[in-house]
């Protein structure tokens, strides 16, 4: 097993030791939250994936799926249609990492083979009986994420007896779960779920909590961009909260997230160079 600083994705091995990774969003969908629509023909989605890792995205997540909050389930075939070309495409033109944002395992097996690296599934595993033994038996990574509910119902009321216990208790069982079925701990990574079934509040505490989570011995992800949350601080709409989004990801950094996803690489990019920059300049 790789050292607990050490994630290997395909053929790199990264130490988050002393760097962090930067996942850049690519939504090949008609109705996502912040950029549902824009990439949705087979050349904007190419063109989005070359911008964003010409602006230093470490990794490409792909999805097919709107998970915003109430969004309907997808057909797979449709999903399969969405998202498997682009990644045949991208994996040619580029060398740069692909991960596939699904909770089907016909869809993560599809990917794996057309060229991804990493499984990145919203339901911690819990959706699709067939995704554990999938990740088992690829020998990729796989984010485990916390989610209350399902997209459809996520947002109606969310409540928790105690936020941090009740989402580590949660990413604990999913992780032991993973290992029980064959999947390596190296490959584990976790995901606090900022948005999914958490009202403001909620999403503020985990992140300035977000240092708890690191006890649990695994690289952990953190997506906040373009989040309602957001929104709601600054009374801005989803397509101008880059910007302030930069101040979650910092915080985020020095709490102690290994890879930041975002829908702006070029920002988030920028702005993780200068903290790591602070973070790393003496000895802690």
């Given at each position: 097993m790789a050292p607990l600083h050490q994630l290997v994705i395909g053929k790199q091995t990264f130490d988050l030791a002393h760097r962090s990774l930067l996942m850049g969003v690519l939504n090949v969908t008609p109705d996502s939250f912040s950029d549902g629509g824009f990439f949705f023909s087979h050349d904007a989605a190419i063109q989005q994936a070359l911008q964003l890792a010409a602006d230093g995205a470490d990794i490409i997540d792909i999805g097919g799926e709107s998970t915003r909050p109430f969004a309907p389930p997808l057909?797979?075939?449709?999903?399969?249609?969405?998202?498997?070309?682009?990644?045949?495409?991208?994996?040619?033109?580029?060398?740069?990492?692909?991960s596939i944002d699904t909770y089907k395992a016909a869809v993560a097996q599809a990917a794996l083979e057309a060229g991804a690296n990493l499984i990145n599934d919203i339901s911690a595993l819990r959706f699709d009986p067939d995704m554990a033994p999938l990740a088992a038996q690829s020998g990729v990574p796989v984010v485990l994420m916390h989610m209350q509910g399902t997209p459809q119902d996520m947002q109606v009321d969310p409540h928790y007896n105690d936020l941090v216990g009740d989402i580590k208790t949660f990413l604990a069982q999913r992780r032991d779960f993973a290992c029980a079925q064959g999947i390596d701990p190296a490959n584990i990574i976790l995901d606090v779920g900022?948005?999914?079934?958490?009202?403001?509040?909620?999403?503020?505490?985990?992140?300035?909590r977000l240092d708890e989570f690191r006890n649990l011995d695994c690289p952990l992800l953190l997506g906040v961009s373009r989040k309602a949350f957001i929104g709601r601080i600054l009374h801005v709409p989803v397509t101008e909260r880059d910007i302030g989004g930069l101040g979650a990801i910092i915080l985020g950094l020095v709490r102690g997230a290994n890879i930041i996803r975002t829908h702006n690489a070029a920002y988030a990019k920028q702005a993780i160079a200068v903290a790591e920059a602070i973070l790393h300049s003496y000895p802690r």
């Open positions: 057909s797979l075939q449709e999903e399969l249609d969405r998202v498997i070309p682009v990644i045949r495409t991208i994996r040619r033109e580029l060398d740069t990492l692909i900022i948005g999914f079934g958490k009202t403001l509040a909620h999403n503020l505490e985990l992140l300035q």
